[in-house]
């Protein structure tokens, strides 16, 4: 039933993000022809101002936007009236909460890669042949640690992504429950759960400072020696982040399984 | 396969210090056609979002076919609320997919073949359509499943007397007769003909529970003159 329910809400998030992909990319490729016309220009201060802006711009409406459209999947889609035909299919209600948030994340992931490939149009004078050169060059100085550290950012950003949009969506479960003025209550419910992982977040790591003062948080390695210590931080980073999911996720489900209030 | 299809027993569902359902005792069998009647605010809608699972009850007990609302019972109930429940970005096409999906009673050909009486092609996109073409295409796709229970919340409210016959008719002539229609209105005058039993809601309480054909020969009235006698309120001013 989840991959039923994820057809569903990839097609109509699909309906959605395809246009704004492919106006990203449409306007990269048009900002690459007005404004780098050739290379020796890129080169000119102004130029390279006006590149760094126009991708910042961009970067900014993509993520806007697939955060209020993520936000809107789950507000319309579960607890305003199409809440009336979801919660009554014959589906559990963490089918229901796991389909909407796996698809966002994928559309979330489908968004950065599009971001990313409006860089490559974007910005001109990428020697691809040098790169991949380079690349194979120094590809014998790669340890199996290092391979490890790409994986682990890899899975960082992956749950990371994941967190963000189960605290959206318990930040507007709780705010679903009040009777009135229910999008100012998940505005709220979103700033007290931040507050609250701050302060414990702070408690936290002043406690582990005191009672390990010998170890070091490596995040950004000096030499291949650190490596390990860097992924060990890592490993810690992704485990904290999973955690924060579990309990956003659940949540989320026990709030809309057990306090359902559609209007 | 339970005896009973609808067991309420001492069912309270209460939204914080207001009661909405205060202790409903209710017993409906199979194969029949029962009005849930009560004015506006006597806990008709409660009662039907507990049966179809969107409510969990405050306390007391709540089966459908011997079963507590959950997925099972959601597989054999079909639901009309007094809302429209479609998502605009889909066309009549992809609403027939989704149903036929997730409901294995569901039949396609029924509802196409309604679908096509209607003049709702499948190309035909949600939001372009008039709200009164998608009320009668959210009762197509309702109707298009051979449920066990129907919960019909105020299906003809709001609606022209010509639309009023054609969802009656659809409902008629659609339903599975095997299972039970729970048709819930204020509007009783409209569907007294087909009713086989009614239910009396108010305040949060069944104050009667008959088969019309009783009520008719212990009354020597009709359901809808009975109806305004039990919740008959005096003006202000007037004289009891």
Known sequence: MLGKLMKYDLKSMFKSFTPLWLALLAVSAVNRFLVFRNDARFANGVSAFVSIFLYGSLCIAVVVVTIVLIIRRFYSGLLKDEGYLMFTLPVKTWQLVASKCLSATIITLLSMIAGLLSVFILVPGIQWHQLFEAISKYARFITGDMVLSGVLLLLLVLFTVIKSVTYIYTSLALGHLASKHRVGWSVAAFIGINVVLTTLGTNLVTLFSKEFPNVRWDFFPNSVSDIPATNGCLLALIGITLVQVVIFFFATERILAKHLNLE | ?240
Request: neutral net charge; glycine residues 10%.
């Open chain 2, 1 to 240: 396969m339970a005896t009973e299809l609808i067991t309420c027993s001492n069912l309270v569902k209460a939204y914080g210090r207001k009661t909405a359902l205060a202790g409903v005792d209710l017993h409906i069998g199979r194969g029949k056609i029962v009005g849930l009647l009560g004015p506006n605010g006597s806990g008709k809608t409660t009662l039907i979002k507990l049966l179809c699972g969107l409510l969990r009850p405050s306390s007391g007990e709540l089966l459908v076919d011997g079963a507590a609302p959950g997925v099972y019972t959601k597989s054999i109930i079909s639901y009309l609320p007094d809302r429209m429940y479609f998502a605009d970005w889909m066309n009549a096409s992809d609403l027939l997919n989704f149903f036929q999906d997730f409901y294995k009673d569901f039949s396609r050909e029924k509802a196409e073949g309604m679908c096509a009486a209607l003049g709702i092609n499948p190309g035909d996109r949600i939001k372009t359509m008039s709200k009164g073409t998608k009320e009668k295409l959210q009762l197509v796709l309702v109707m298009s499943r051979s449920a066990q229970l129907y919960l019909l919340d105020e299906p003809i409210a709001g609606v022209d007397p010509a639309a009023r016959d054609f969802i009656m008719n659809t409902i008629l002539t659609n339903y599975n007769e095997n299972g039970t229609v729970l048709i819930s209105t204020h509007l009783i005058a409209d569907i007294e003909r087909v009713l086989d039993e009614v239910v009396f809601l108010r305040e949060g309480k069944v104050v009667r529970h008959d088969t019309v054909d009783n009520i008719r020969q212990t009354e020597g009235k009709s359901v809808d003159a009975v109806f305004r006698e039990i919740f008959r309120t005096i003006p202000y001013g007037g004289e009891e």
